[in-house]
């Protein structure tokens, strides 16, 4: 076990394909925390999270075994992508619908408004700075109330260090709109800021 715990995810699944039941035991234990925690952040209902968080790992356990897996170096952002098309599927069921941005977008789905989307205008030291605050309850609650779709992008950008790239294609939209959405989520952070007379760390 401690010679697995060094490998690589992608080596761990190379593994387990190859019959050594251990190597997905390690995966499970490096993942199932922040997996959890993002389904939970989703769904807000701890029993429906635990049947998703278990439905995933069913899904991935399938799709390694039928060698669907394609080595990419990203298998946390994979199970991520795993849980929310289940979540997805099981509000279009439950509703009959789709989900809808709230954003405004143009015909190439990307967030109107080039100068928010702007990568160097996203001030990156003020942003971490939000998220590295003292009083990181006090932030949390703040993120509670942004919109759904902000919110999301707030939690995999920042509480889960997911690379841009890599939320695009979890959320299926493009690195523009991304970039838009965390620069509206941080605007609406630092109004509630304000509000709140809570102010930056040095």
Request: charged share 30%; with cysteine.
């Amino acid at each position: 076990m401690k010679l697995y715990s060094t490998l690589t995810d992608d080596e761990l699944v190379r593994m387990y394909e190859e019959g050594k039941d251990n190597a997905f035991d390690i995966l499970l234990k490096r993942h199932q925390v922040k997996l959890f925690e993002y389904i939970f952040f989703l769904t807000r209902n701890e029993d429906f999270a635990n049947d998703i968080f278990q439905d995933t790992f069913v899904r991935a356990i399938t799709a390694i075994r039928s060698h669907n897996y394609e080595a990419t170096g990203n298998f946390g952002s994979w199970l991520i992508c795993i849980s929310r098309n289940l979540i997805l599927d099981n509000h279009r069921r439950q509703h009959n619908t789709t989900m809808v941005s709230h954003e405004l977008v143009d015909e190439n789905g990307d967030v109107k408004g080039d100068l928010l989307n702007d990568i160097r205008l996203c001030e990156p030291t003020i942003e971490q700075d939000i998220f590295k605050q003292e009083s990181m309850e006090k932030v949390r609650q703040m993120v509670d109330r942004l919109p759904d779709n902000q919110r999301e992008i707030i939690y995999l950008r920042y509480y889960n260090d997911m690379p841009f790239k890599d939320i695009a294609k979890i959320l299926n939209i493009s690195i523009n709109t991304a970039l838009g959405r965390v620069r509206y989520a941080i605007i609406n952070l630092r109004k509630m800021m304000n509000e709140h007379n809570i102010s930056l760390t040095a």
